[in-house]
């Protein structure tokens, strides 16, 4: 509130500063502090410091020498980019249909797609767990892609159709009187403008897909298929590891990686798309 | 697709009942309403293929005594699981608990992410690396940011145990469920924020400046233009971050797996039905944190209306 009217001072400028430290520090410290529990090494891991005394890679060597991590960070990537794929061209496609055309049954698939952002997750678990193993997917990739898609529609399609409307639909009707069909102007003329959005709600859903453990944890049983964030939970101090703390923290700094570098090259696209798809949609 | 069907021959009878002109024009609106199906079919069907059918199952499975330990003693037992939850003290510590969550952390986020939207929308400095790092918590893995938290209470690894004593926090039931709060606030205020900046960003500047000139306090014009202008958005934000906390699992999970009576209707369900195996009740469970969650869904958009997501987006374009 400060800057209304006011002239920008260099004490007012000072003032943000430290309110803009606060908020760095509130961020990142959590952050910080794991990726400092990496890098101890198994004697120093529980003395509290908390800048590691001395900087080691054992945690990572140890991590990666074992097939559970791998296979979990493997399956995470694998289950994330698949269904991210698929969520994104389901969305785009509808996304399109509800921005630039008019049917009917178009605000039932908004309706349905609002309850589906606001469902209760665990409402799913029950069901699913059983239908799972009936269809003979639980424990495997398609088992956990679904229900992911699923849940990552409704966030594509508001973020995508709030996209969609600011794309110069004046073009669209150029090319179809220039003699394209509705498909036609999509593909050749909508497609190449949207990228944009399209990329932003790909960010989106990815982190969403990335970040899930309920279903992760439920819909999975072996290494076969259990992604990172389930695979955390069962680092137990077994023979490989006195403390699985170290494990823990290193392979959780390895999985937010991608999470930062998101942030640090795409913040301006995730907030255009958190915000225009909350406020719109 | 099957509504999609069931929905044309009464359309396409309308239309050629027309004049001849229109059922020219009618011809480009029904190619229009194929590609409009045929686009969002895949959306669709996943959809309801994935939510509709489970949600019927389960509230047949909630019907029947059915427990994978014994599987031949399944059996049709009515209401009977549902009588077995309902009566139970754990239930409704668990719909308790959950509550609190939701009330706490739902409210200090709001305060919070208010201030927070205010910085990032009014910074003089430094706007993009506060948003930049504010995302950080949005973005980062919910059971990373739980461990965090963990290990910096438990005593002798972390540093925030100093703060207790060198008390074992996690372990007590009221402590345990302040570092829950705690590390659920932390992760979702950014969020909140962000879609209370999408609302500030509504706020005419020259409305503020104006009654700035007319000895407004920044106190009185907070309260008076910016929030009433701000509200449907802070309608929405809450809307959203209530149901979602509602559902907190994955940071319970972490901190404390539900014990010490720290479990939320999530967790409770999760091991009744993973944990336990017993289909029937965690069934029963899953139906009635649904019907939970739909109750509050249903009160905030019957007492805000309009400002309920979705319900502007139906009728735009």
């Known amino acids: 509130m400060a800057g209304i009217g006011g002239a920008e001072t260099t004490q007012k400028k000072v003032g943000w500063s430290l309110l803009n430290l606060v908020v760095v520090i509130y961020a990142l410290f959590p952050v910080l502090w794991i990726l400092s529990l990496s890098l101890k090494s198994s004697k120093t891991l529980a003395d509290g410091n908390l800048i590691p005394r001395e900087i080691s890679f ?9 097939t559970e991590f791998v296979r979990a960070l493997a399956n995470s990537i694998g289950i994330a980019i698949i269904a991210t794929a698929i969520a994104v061209v389901f969305g785009t496609m509808a996304a399109y249909a509800i921005a630039r055309l008019d049917f009917p049954g178009k605000n039932l698939l908004v309706g349905v797609s609002l309850l589906i952002a606001m469902f209760p997750q665990v409402s799913l678990v029950s069901p699913l767990f059983e239908i799972e193993r009936g269809l003979g997917i639980f424990d495997t990739w398609p088992g956990l892609i679904l229900p992911y898609i699923t849940f ?14 600011e794309i110069p639909w004046e073009l669209e009707k150029a090319a179809k009187m220039d003699g394209a069909t509705p498909g036609q102007a999509f593909r050749k003329v909508i497609a190449p403008l949207a990228a944009p959005g399209v990329f932003t709600t790909a960010i989106l859903v990815f982190i969403f897909c990335w970040n899930d453990f309920l279903f992760a944890i439920s819909l999975t049983s072996t290494e076969q298929s259990r992604t990172v964030p389930a695979a955390l939970s069962f680092f137990t101090g077994s023979s490989q590891f006195e403390d699985p703390a170290g494990s823990i923290s290193a392979a959780a700094v390895v999985i937010t990686i991608p999470i930062i570098l998101f942030v640090l090259f795409f913040q301006r696209r995730i907030v255009a798309g958190l915000t225009s798809g909350a406020v719109k949609g | 697709m ?9 359309v396409t009878t309308e239309t050629t009942a027309d004049t001849k002109k229109k059922a020219v024009l009618s011809e480009g609106k029904r190619a229009e309403r194929k590609l409009g199906w045929l686009l969002c079919a895949p ?9 509709g059918w489970p949600i019927v199952y389960s509230i047949w499975l909630s019907l029947q005594r059915y427990d994978l330990k014994f599987p031949d003693r399944v059996e049709f037992v009515g209401l009977d699981n549902y009588i077995t939850v309902l009566s139970s003290p754990y239930w409704w510590n668990a719909v308790w608990v959950t509550v609190v969550l939701t009330v706490i952390s739902v409210a ?8 927070l939207a205010l910085i990032m929308h009014r910074a003089l400095v430094g706007r993009g690396i506060v948003r930049t790092t504010s995302l950080i918590p949005y973005g980062i893995v919910t059971v990373v940011a739980a461990f965090s938290w963990r290990f910096a209470w438990t005593p002798g690894t972390g540093y925030l145990s100093e703060l207790a004593g060198g008390e074992p926090v996690l372990t007590e039931k009221l402590p345990a469920l302040m570092v829950v709060t705690l ?15 999408a609302g500030l960003a509504l706020v005419p500047d020259d409305l503020l400046k104006a009654a700035a000139m007319d000895g407004a306090s920044a ?6 233009i910016t929030v009433p202008i701000m509200k449907p958005a802070i309608l929405v934000a809450l809307l959203f971050r209530t149901l979602d906390a509602f559902r907190i699992f994955d940071n319970l999970f972490v901190l404390t797996a539900g014990s010490q009576g720290t479990s939320s209707v999530s967790m409770l369900t999760y091991n009744n ?6 289909l029937g009740i965690g069934s029963t469970m899953s139906v009635l944190i649904f019907l939970m969650v739909a109750l509050i869904a249903f009160i905030f958009i019957k007492l805000f209306g309009t400002a309920a997501p979705g319900s502007d987006t139906g009728g735009r374009r």
Not at chain 2, 43 to 51: D, Q
């Open chain 1, 58 to 66: 054992e945690n990572y060597r140890n991590i990666f020498a074992t």
């Open chain 1, 152 to 165: 990552a529609l409704p966030l594509a399609i508001y973020t995508l159709s709030a996209f969609f409307r």
């Open chain 2, 2 to 10: 099957s509504h999609a069907v069931t929905e044309t021959p009464g």
């Open chain 2, 43 to 51: 959306a669709a069907i996943t959809m309801i293929a994935v939510t």
């Open chain 2, 108 to 115: 200090i986020e709001l305060v919070l992410g208010m201030g």
């Open chain 2, 183 to 197: 590390a659920e606030v932390w992760k979702t205020t950014p969020f909140m924020a962000l879609l209370l900046m």
């Open chain 2, 219 to 224: 106190w009185q014009r907070f309260i008076k």
């Open chain 2, 273 to 278: 039905l993973i944990k336990g195996l017993n």
